[in-house]
């Protein structure tokens, strides 16, 4: 229970896409360019 509410505390409070995207593994880059695409 207290690892997910530290999980919980970690997260940003706001989540910006292209800050996701950028920091994303290239594998999962390439995939949701593929599903954009």
Do not use: C
């Amino acid at each position: 229970m207290t690892l997910s509410l530290n999980l919980v505390a970690a997260a940003p409070a706001r989540l910006d896409p292209l800050e996701l995207f950028l920091q994303a593994d290239i594998v999962v880059q390439a995939v949701m360019v593929g599903l954009i695409l």
